[in-house]
């Protein structure tokens, strides 16, 4: 049975930051890793300053901590003419992950988010200090 999310969606999903704004370049950004203890999956998402058929998100998981290896689930942009947006979503992975961000030719990787979410416990606190700022509202109900 699947369960129904209740309340705001932020009090449901953990969100972190897992890696700066990069200057421009063309070598490799790796992220943080994060602890998936207690979540069942996790969307990463950052954006290429330049469009090139060569940038690719790649996923690396493992069991222990330093122990990720890139996997085969990985998001290739194609080329284009702006910038590009990344989402790679991976259900179930192993424990700690984290992902890399290689670049085609000289561009930034903008900001790299994980948002873990499923959890298996509702206490969920999300690492925003100093990164974003947030703010929760309910609209009144409507007759």
């Known amino acids: 049975m699947q369960e129904v999310l209740t309340g705001h969606l932020s009090d449901n999903i953990k969100i972190t930051k897992v ?64 910038e590009e947006d990344v989402i790679l979503d991976v259900l179930h992975p192993r424990r700690f992950v984290n992902v890399i961000a290689t670049v085609g030719s000289s561009s930034t990787v903008e900001s790299i988010w994980a948002i873990q979410y499923g959890a298996r416990f509702k206490d969920v606190t999300s690492a925003l200090t100093g990164t974003i700022a947030s703010a929760k509202f309910q609209a009144p109900a409507v007759a």
Do not use: C, R, W
Not at 30 to 58: C, H, K, P
Not at 60 to 82: C, E, Y
């Open 19 to 82: 890696k700066d704004h990069s200057a421009a370049g063309t070598s490799p950004i790796t992220s943080d890793e994060i602890d998936m203890a207690g979540y069942e999956g996790v969307i990463f998402i950052t954006s290429f300053s330049v469009a090139n058929a060569g940038n690719l998100v790649t996923f690396g998981d493992g069991l222990t901590t330093g122990s990720q290896a890139p996997t085969v689930a990985h998001v290739h942009t194609t080329g284009g003419t702006t």
